[in-house]
């Protein structure tokens, strides 16, 4: 079975710097997705940002960025000039979208802190 | 507007005592499923349906129902509820071979 670790659990980072939440994973599986989602005080989850796992090329949106390591089974993702905003747990998550099922696996989280 | 929608949003029961969770799309998604979240946790699931009449168990299914008989909906049975059922609880939908799933606002359960 696929597994997700998050091996922060809480995070804090001053207002416009930059903070690396780390991930890591296990599967067997060559093809696969790669998820961080974000979950603010309203407890929505919002996707930050994906990643094939064929692709090379790291995922950017905006200030969010990820350094995928696919031989290393490690999945980070960076957050550049960090804004109050961006205070939430983020949760890593793996999908096998070859796999009966097709559910997410999700990490244990790490909550981040933004200091003003 | 899109979106996934639950009912109640919290709820506070006793031990045993039957309760139902709604979820219900309208973006005509095949795939939905629920999810458990847990502190340290993260989300768990717990059930998910391929699509109308077509479910199946997630990572921790003992102690829950659900059925799909409509399209649109996906609620989540809880025919005896104990304690370490106190959870939030989330309703997630996609299309089958979508990258992104669209979650619901989240359901607070707290059984004593």
């Known amino acids: 079975a696929q597994t997700v670790t998050q091996s922060q659990p809480e995070m804090s980072v001053q207002e416009a710097e930059t903070v690396t939440l780390s991930c890591t994973y296990d599967?067997?599986?060559?093809?696969?997705?790669l998820f961080w989602y974000k979950q603010p005080p309203s407890r929505q989850m919002i996707l930050v940002i994906r990643q094939e796992a064929y692709k090379q090329q790291n995922a950017t949106e905006n200030r969010f960025s990820v350094n995928f390591q696919k031989a290393a089974k490690s999945f980070s993702l960076k957050i550049s000039d960090s804004q109050l905003g961006d205070a939430a747990m983020y949760f890593c998550?793996?999908?096998?979208?070859?796999?009966?099922?097709?559910?997410?696996?999700f990490g244990g989280g790490t909550r981040l802190m933004v200091k003003p | 507007e899109a979106q996934v929608t639950q009912n109640p949003r919290y709820l506070i029961t006793v031990t045993g005592k039957k309760l139902t969770v709604t979820c219900s799309q309208n973006?005509?998604?095949?795939?939905m499923s629920w999810y458990r979240q847990d502190p340290g946790l993260g989300l768990r699931q717990i059930y998910y349906?391929?699509?109308?009449?077509?479910?199946d168990k997630g990572d921790v299914p003992e102690g829950y129902k659900v059925s799909r008989k409509e399209k649109r909906n996906f609620p989540l049975i809880l025919e005896s509820p104990s304690p370490n059922q106190t959870s939030l609880y989330f309703c997630a939908s996609r299309t089958i071979r979508a990258y992104e799933q669209y979650f619901g606002p989240g359901t607070r359960l707290t059984v004593t």
């Open positions: 349906s391929m699509n109308v009449e077509v479910t």
């Open positions: 599967t067997s599986e060559s093809d696969y997705y």
């Open positions: 998550a793996y999908r096998n979208p070859n796999n009966a099922g097709n559910m997410l696996t």
């Open positions: 973006m005509n998604h095949e795939y």
